[in-house]
């Protein structure tokens, strides 16, 4: 895949999760009941560090889970690789708490969908809150993010990449052409 | 919650993971699987196991699909629990049992998977006293088949859950040793249990009386010992199988206290063994006869954690061939 | 002059002829076999770089007639010979009801007079209904033409019995035919005892159910001086034996059938129907074995076993379907392709094992050999022309061969039966 532009870099990255992680403290005043789930793949490492953010800033630890969305996908026999099913672990019960969701990038909306359709099968949230690193436009469902760390229009036939250093080896944003095809 | 870094363990188990992909449309037998592909099976049984520990037990996976459970054999444990698989996963779920069906009709069993296939159903999982009905099936048909057992030749989920279990109870299972005992002539656990637990490393030791040993099973890779101290005394697991009386047991045994006292797991020969050894049966139990009471309800006896494993590792056997490409082996 | 077969290479084990020859046939006997012969025959053909054989005689042929016309006729059995280069069959009497009274013998004769286009010998039962119990009345099963007796399908379990068997029938000049299975240890069994069985969690049959009875056998024929012929042999204790029975000057004869040594028990992994039959396939040295006692004279023939089998007997589960397969179409076919083409055995000895020694065996005088005045049975093979064996182009009404869609070497061109041509010219209508 040729990359076409970089829309942040490491700094760019950082400075992203610190703003994010105070608009969700400054939103919630209920500190105590938000509870930060990551939605795998890279939504797992970005929800991690926004939660070190704010154990950061507030003294406290706050609570986290990671939501493996696989099993409640509505395209599982179309798609062409078979994705990887991973365990999903909430720390605590989300009955009545402020989950913000976390997700590396926003797109058509569905994987949105899957994981809101997932917590509740775990509990009744008092209020569900979306946290993205970049919203890159369009949406098929209506979903909107809460807390974005970049805009960035694209067009279809381009892909946005997340690199983040625990598992990519550096921290970026990219912007690729796919690549002819699929 | 530690920060993942680039080599923590976790990290590089993500990017190995993404190598086995399951493509089977069937799961036939543990002697068909590599390694990496019986690894993968039991990797999703790990998540498939939380999602039996929620509140709310179900996902929408299999949602429209139709799961259906063909029994030619009598069978209560795994049927229910390929069953409760099936709707957890949130599919349909029909069973078929031979008494009062068009089986006993004289239906073929190619027939019937064909009148299943032609009904629009999507799994069919059986269970049947010839060995190979299931790959014969499989073979006819383009929806997916599991065995849930055929005759003496495979009893794979069966095998699939007694490795998940010692996976649980071990970190890792390579250059463990498990004895397998009772009559391994006529068992399919056992041969499932060999395949599976070899192609992982495992050193496996079958005991029987000579007459319940199969012919060139050494082959296999395994070690033969007729007695069942000596398959006690370095294992570190032990895999108990039912001793079919109402089975042509060539004469081995002409009751059931005499297997017993010569091959029942008892509380005295479980002291010689390792202090922590499991203790495993595929059930139902003849208590008194291949393990004793005392034992089947004692510390070391993982007995009901293996079947509440096999909901998990059936629903993750539902969900790998639900998802394969469509091609008939 | 009514056929004459210029320039092929004439094969005939009897007269020890190995060459290239000319072979004239007139009024249904072959008349003379020269280096050239001269003259205007009614047919002539071009038999340059082809073999001229006897024509092939099979001695171990299931054909279902009388009660399983569904799997087979006299008349699609005699056809699917004719492809096979056969020119004579011997019919085995486990048909139903079984070959065991002169009456229906009889009825059989008739039906063969009406439909066989090659010559079809009959196998009468040893014991009524082939139940191992009663002996048939053998001299009057002589007098009604049958060539030989077996329970084939069956084995007597009782050994007093058998010796009475042998007796009774070197007494009414017969030759007993001895399917040799001792079913105490081959109980239900359906693939060879061994690690396939075990792989495949199916009952495996003994090998020692086969040689032992063999062994039984071998011994009371000497006893009793009978002649005794072993059926399809597949182990190598049993080649043993016979190899030895032979040398202490017994009379005893064997023969061995084709998928014996060109399958092992590693074909049947698959749980092929189509590799199921009794005896069973059996392990890479007992194919060895076979080969070297086919070789070394120990087995005296090749005979096809040929049990066709319909659709709703083989295509089920392993252990249900019914044993055996069809062979008459491709006897030749893996004879050249897994013997004389490797070099194991030589065509004279192919030439021997399919025709001579089946003639001598069956006591057929004027069949198994080109000497002048035997009968002009006359089979032409192009040796080197490769074909597969395809479903479509089976004649036999029965379809479970194990070796369709195989490559082989060695095709038959020609057949003659008593003089008169068969294959190609009257053959090649539909059934």
Known sequence: MK????????????????????????????????????????????????AESIKEITGNACAFGILDITLYRDDLTEIAEQPHLKETKIDCDITGKTVVLVDDVLFTGRTIRCAMDQLIDFGRPAVIQLAALVDRGHRELPIRADYVGKNVPTALNEIVEVKFKEVDGSDEVVICEKSGGK | MKLLSARSPEASKVANAKSAIWTKKDLLGLEYLSKEEIELILDNAKSFKEVLARPLRKVPTLRGKTVVNLFYEPSTRTRVSFELAAKRLSADVITILKEGSSIEKGETLIDTGKNLEALKTDIIVVRHGSSGAAIMLARAL??????????????????????????????????????????????????????????????????????????????????VTNNIDEALKKADAINVLRMQFERDTKGAFPSRIEYFKTFGVTEERLKKAKKDIIVMHPGPINRGVEMAAEVADGANSVIMEQVTNGIAVRMAVLYLVSTAKKKKP | MDILIKQGRVIDPVNKCDGVFDVLVEKGTISKVAKTIDGKARLVIDAKGKIVAPGLIDMHVHLREPGREDMETVASGTRAAIAGGITGISAMPNTRPALDNPGILKNLKAIIKKDAIVNVFIVGAITKDRKGALLVDMKAMKKEGAIALSDDGSSIQ???????????????????????????????????????????????IPRRAEYEFVDRDVKLAQKENAAL?????????????????????????????PHYFSLDETACTAYDTRTKMNP???????????????????????????????????????????FGIIGLETSLALAITNLADKKNVPWVRIIELMSAAPARILGLKKKGTLSPGSDADIVIIDPEKEWVYTKEAILSKSKNSPFINWRFKGKVTRVIVEGREILPRIFGHPL
């Not at chain 1, 793949?41 to 560090?49: F, M, Q, S």
């Not at chain 3, 069973?280 to 040295?285: I, K, V, Y």
């Open chain 3, 280 to 322: 069973p396939l059996r392990s890479p040295d007992d194919v060895q074995a076979i080969k070297e006692g086919l070789a070394d004279g120990t087995i005296d023939a090749i005979a096809s076993d040929h049990a066709p089998h319909g659709k709703h007997e083989k295509e089920i589960e392993f252990d249900a379907a019914s």
């Open chain 1, 3 to 50: 990359i076409k532009a970089k829309i942040l870099d490491k700094e760019g990255v950082q400075k992203a999760i610190t703003r994010i992680s105070h608009e969700i403290l400054e939103r919630n005043k209920e500190k105590k009941k938000v509870v930060i789930v990551g939605i795998r793949n890279r939504g797992e490492y970005l929800a991690r560090r926004i």
């Open chain 2, 142 to 223: 383009d929806i997916s088949v599991v065995n849930a057992g055929d005759g003496w030749h495979e009893h794979p989920t069966q095998a699939l859950l007694d490795i998940f279990t010692l996976m649980e109870k071990r970190r890792r299972i390579e250059g463990l040793n498990v004895s397998i005992v009772g009559d391994i002539a006529h068992s399919r656990v056992a041969r499932s249990n060999i395949w599976g637990l070899t192609k992982l490393g495992v050193n496996v030791t079958v005991c029987a009386p000579k007459e319940l040993i199969p012919a060139g099973i050494e082959k296999l890779g395994v070690s």
């Open chain 3, 229 to 257: 012929h072993i059926a399809h042999v597949s182990c190598k204790e049993a080649v043993d034996i016979i190899r030895k029975a032979k040398k202490a000057g017994a009379p005893v004869t064997a023969e061995t059938a």
């Open chain 3, 158 to 204: 009782d050994e007093p019995l058998m010796r009475k068997a042998l007796k009774a029938a070197k007494d009414a000049g017969l030759l007993l035919i001895s399917h040799c299975e001792d079913k105490k240890l081959s109980e239900s069994g359906v693939v060879n005892e061994g690690i396939i069985a075990t792989k495949l969690g199916l009952r495996g």
